[in-house]
């Protein structure tokens, strides 16, 4: 079967932000103006579960109003076959954006106009980063009080390092937004309605526009002043990236025509040198049509991205697959669900054209998967196909050996695509089903939720016996649980979250341990004697052989590197995993008959609990880069309970009406504090967390700690 839309007609693309910034709202204007959808659906009224937005089709996602988990739909706009996926804005489920912009070409970020920049923003900018995703800015609700455009843009500036070049210029904001300023053409966009289906007048830019659109309050008439200033910088922005139009420019005066204009924006969008400005309310529906606008003339196609890089099995880059029908087929799985139709793996496919009935291979586990049948999804609903191309994301029903992050790719012609790079959990839980009876559903639902979510572990407790999920945060472990529920039909209850403590060392030890053993018969033996050395955090565990004359013969190197790397999950504090330590293997001694791979791994354990006691071990625990945002009343005692709570304040912003407090806390404070926040506020204040690095725990903690560890086992 032929291609149905060229490759260059194609635009992969993802949908993110922080939470409340209006992603899915803008998703459901999306599809109702390319024709997708002849109703809209608006997240506020999801609540009573009858009815949902096409990306937040989850019960999980209806009851509180965000997007959990990413969904994807397409849509058409000039021809142009658009892949959207609406990704979730809260930290909790950050996996869902990593995984979707490893595999999209661009990107549509969108501020709220009051908030701007926001934490989530940041971390969300930051995995585009990583991934080199081109983007455009939409800076959303610029009818809400509060809204200013300006504060906006000088935000992407400072807190993301980002280059802004504004193409639009907002007309108004609050009740009186009415439209935006194309700087490109140099028109108005006007709305005299908030109808989904009102039309906008074009209009010309003259002296008297803010006069003959009633705006009256200082900054929106400061917007309509900078038009002049914000279209020569544009002019001047775009023409970097074009040395004879720049020229020309320069010889003639004469403005150059929109079109290269565009041309030259596309250019430094993609190659991310500057990353262009839009405007818009789109739950006003005002400016959605002119972001699908900028998506088909800014943000690339397959074609205009770097090729995807290859990698060898130690993942080190190797080469490149071009993007092309006549390569051979390579796609990468990123991503796994479980869901009515059974399970699904959703593929970008990079090269190649894959076809129902076609035997693959796994590359990444050396297995082979027979392709049964391949869908199309419009968020729920699945759609069936018979062919995939290069640059197509689809689904693939059923199959077997393939986890998120896996290449496929034809037999003939192996690769392994560039890998992705997933978080770890920060926070656990005990879990257990409701009834005893049910262990063993409960098992395999546990199991395949956390296939599906690389975000997600799961593990024994040794000493308790009990199973331990570990997660991203208190809402990702209850989403998965409530999940559970509603997907597989099996119900859990969970324990009381604890914090993934490490612990490390603080000063370098050196120690000889000799195992030996004799019991009748061939004996054990083995000697080690290996050097500790702390690690600046967060460079993990490293070891090294330095032995020389063949003291530990070169076939039992690998069993002493083994035994620490088991014996290190079980720290000599408290038992949690011990990290950013280097192990030197510097001498040891061996016995012709006594000694084998057992005993030195069995020595190289021992040598390790011993020594570790005497270098000073301590326990680290994850701190939290938190955003408190509250009302100036309530500042001093936001203020007060960030302290109480071994916290540090870092700074103050102006946020809207509102001031954000930022602040470094431990993850073991903040358990609950939503609640507390919302009493001593009045319900007025927010909050949002991430991640944010290991410190030591103070010395009278961690005699808690350990205590309760001892106490527990």
């Avoid at 204009?261 to 005002?286: D, E, H, M, Q, W």
């Avoid at 839980?429 to 639902?445: D, H, L, M, R, Y």
């Avoid at 431990?666 to 001593?680: A, H, S, T, V």
Wanted: aromatic residues 6%; hydrophobic residues 35%; glycine residues 8%.
């Amino acid at each position: 079967m032929p291609r149905q839309t060229p490759l260059s007609d194609i635009r992969n693309i993802g949908i993110i932000a922080h939470v409340d910034a209006g992603k899915t709202t803008t998703t459901e204007r999306i599809l109702y103006y390319t024709g997708r959808k002849h109703t809209i659906i608006d997240v506020h009224e999801t609540k009573d579960l009858k009815s949902s937005t096409t990306t937040d089709y989850m019960e999980q996602e209806q009851k509180r109003g965000i997007t959990i988990q990413s969904a994807a739909v397409s849509a058409f706009w000039r021809n142009k076959k658009i892949n959207v996926i609406d990704t979730p804005g809260h930290v909790d489920f950050t996996i869902e954006v990593n995984r979707s912009l490893r595999v999209l070409d661009g990107a549509v970020v969108v501020f709220d106009g009051v908030a701007g920049v926001e934490p989530q923003s940041e971390t969300n900018w930051r995995l585009a980063d990583n991934y080199n995703v081109p983007r455009i800015c939409y800076v959303n609700k610029m009818d809400r009080s509060g809204a200013n455009f300006q504060r906006c843009v000088g935000m992407i500036k400072s807190r993301l390092n980002a280059r802004p070049v504004c193409i639009q210029v907002p007309l108004g904001s609050e009740d009186n937004f009415r439209g935006m300023v194309d700087l490109i053409e140099m028109k108005a966009y006007v709305w005299f309605s908030d109808d989904k289906d009102a039309k906008w007048e074009i209009w010309e830019i003259t002296d008297d526009l803010a006069e003959k659109l009633n705006l009256t309050v200082k900054e929106d008439l400061d917007n309509v002043a900078s038009i002049p200033a914000l279209r020569a910088e544009l002019v001047d922005t775009a023409l970097e990236m074009d040395d004879a139009a720049m020229e020309a420019y320069l010889d003639s005066g004469e403005e150059p025509s929109a079109d290269v204009l565009r041309a030259c924006l596309r250019k430094g969008t993609i190659t991310s040198t500057f990353t262009p400005v839009l405007c818009g309310s789109s739950y006003k529906n005002k400016g959605v049509c002119q972001v699908l606008d900028a998506v088909v003339d800014l943000l690339p196609a397959p074609t205009d991205v770097e090729a995807i890089k290859t990698v060898d099995e130690d993942g080190n880059p190797n080469g490149e697959r071009l993007s092309s029908d006549e390569a051979p087929f390579a796609a990468l799985a990123f991503k796994v669900i479980n869901d009515t139709y059974g399970s699904l793996t959703f593929v970008r496919v990079y090269s190649g054209v894959l076809t129902k009935g076609m035997s693959v291979l796994n590359s990444t586990r050396g297995k082979r998967e027979k392709i049964g049948r391949m869908v199309e999804m419009f968020a729920a609903q699945a759609n069936p196909i018979e062919e995939a191309r290069a640059g197509d994301i689809i689904a693939l029903v059923s199959l077997q050996e393939t986890d998120t992050g896996d290449t496929l790719c034809d037999a003939s012609a192996p690769v392994i695509l560039e890998r992705m790079r997933f978080p770890d959990p920060v926070i656990s839980v005990s879990v257990e089903p409701k009834t005893k009876g049910e262990q063993e559903k409960f098992s395999i639902a546990l199991g395949k939720m956390v296939r599906a979510d690389p975000s997600l572990r799961l593990e024994t407790d040794r000493e308790t016996g009990q199973t331990i999920l570990r997660g991203m945060g208190e809402l990702h472990l209850e989403v998965t649980l409530d999940r559970l529920r509603t997907e597989f039909g099996v119900e859990g209850n969970m324990g009381k979250p604890q914090v993934a403590y490490r612990e490390t060392i603080t000063k370098p030890v050196e120690y000889t341990y000799t195992h030996k053993k004799q019991t009748g018969g061939s004996g054990q033996f083995a000697e080690v004697k290996i050097v500790f050395e702390p690690l600046e955090r967060g460079e993990g565990f490293v070891f090294k052989d330095e032995t020389v004359g063949g003291t530990v013969p070169r076939e039992y190197v690998p069993s002493v590197a083994k035994g620490l790397e088991m014996q290190k999950e079980e720290g000599v504090l408290a038992s949690y995993p011990t990290v950013d330590f280097r192990a030197r293997l510097v001498d040891g001694k061996y016995h012709d008959v006594d000694s084998n791979a057992l005993t030195f791994e069995i020595a190289a354990k021992a040598c390790f609990r011993e020594a570790l006691k005497l270098a000073a071990p301590i326990l680290l625990e994850p701190v939290m880069k938190v955003e408190v945002v509250t009302p100036d009343d309530y500042l001093g005692d936001v203020i007060g309970d960030v302290n109480r709570r071994r916290g540090t304040v870092l700074g103050q912003l102006e946020r809207g009406t509102n001031i954000a407090v930022e602040a470094h806390v431990p993850l073991n404070e903040m358990f609950g504090y939503i609640g507390q926040l919302r009493g001593m506020t009045s319900g007025r204040a927010s909050y949002s967390m991430e991640f944010s690095h290991y410190e030591p725990v103070p010395r009278n903690v961690t005699d808690e700690i350990v205590a309760g560890r001892s106490k527990a086992a």
